[in-house]
């Protein structure tokens, strides 16, 4: 049944939050009177994750007295990026969205990117923390330098002057999550980078908007490993584009 928003929440241990957030979205949504759908997607958690969304629909997607909220799971985490591919797939927005389950990202941007994509001037609005004076970020110095380095790095790899890769918010129209996500290979960190090569290789439309976020602190990035596999990862997706992969 399709609507016109469809929310992704990859959910990786996220029992302390998962609960009280997920109320916090739904409670907005409806405010903005808008006809949409949560999807969740339980990425294999160790903690109680699964059994905190007992409220809402069984695991394996079938719906429930609430008719908006979704939830999928499966036992072995895949990454960030594989649950938002899956969420993305099971999608029937007009508009899908993926988002950080600890709502990082305030939700009045919501209603902004929509308006934008309301207006048909982009299929795909990206979240910029490092863009003008609405970010509220208090991210640690060590995550502030690595991302920076990271968006360099990926700017050169992708040819695209793109501010900030790893904002946990963007928002396609439903044939560009298509285009992107049936063609996605990698599912760490670097998967944002993947899906925007995509994107520019397909032509489809970008635009990055400034959002307010402020961190955290519940970060599930371990420093050594996610720095290696994102160059080993950025590395691949450049042999995957001349491989033809993406088309």
């Not at 399709?2 to 997920?22: D, G, T, Y």
């Not at 308006?115 to 995550?143: A, C, F, H, T």
């Not at 040819?159 to 396609?172: A, E, L, R, S, W």
């Amino acid at each position: 049944m399709s609507c016109e928003l469809s929310i992704i929440l990859p959910a990786f241990n996220e029992a302390l939050v998962i609960k009280e957030n997920l109320k916090t979205i739904e409670h907005k949504l409806n405010g903005l009177k808008l006809d949409y759908e949560i999807i969740v997607v339980n990425d294999g958690s160790s903690d109680n994750t699964l059994e905190k969304l007992s409220d809402w629909p069984n695991p394996d997607g079938t719906v429930g007295a609430n008719q908006r909220v979704k939830v999928f799971s499966y036992q072995r985490n895949q990454g960030k990026g594989y649950a938002i591919g899956y969420g993305m797939q099971k999608a029937n927005g007009q508009y899908c969205l993926f988002m950080d389950v600890d709502l990082s990202t305030d939700l009045n941007e919501i209603e902004k990117f929509l308006v934008l994509m309301r207006q048909g001037l982009s299929d795909i609005v990206i979240g910029n923390r490092n863009m003008g004076s609405l970010q509220e970020q208090k991210r640690p110095w060590y995550r502030a330098f690595l991302g920076q380095g990271f968006t360099l790095l990926s700017a050169l790899m992708i040819g695209y002057d793109c501010q900030d890769f790893t904002c946990g918010f963007k928002m396609f129209t439903q044939q560009a999550s298509q285009t992107v996500f049936l063609r996605q290979r990698i599912f760490g960190w670097a998967f944002d980078t993947e899906i925007l090569l995509i994107a520019r290789l397909h032509h489809l439309k970008i635009c990055q908007m400034p959002v307010v976020w402020e961190h955290k602190g519940n970060s599930k990035v371990h420093i050594g490993r996610d720095i290696l596999n994102s160059f080993f990862s950025l590395l691949k997706l450049r042999y995957y584009a001349f491989k033809g992969y993406y088309r």
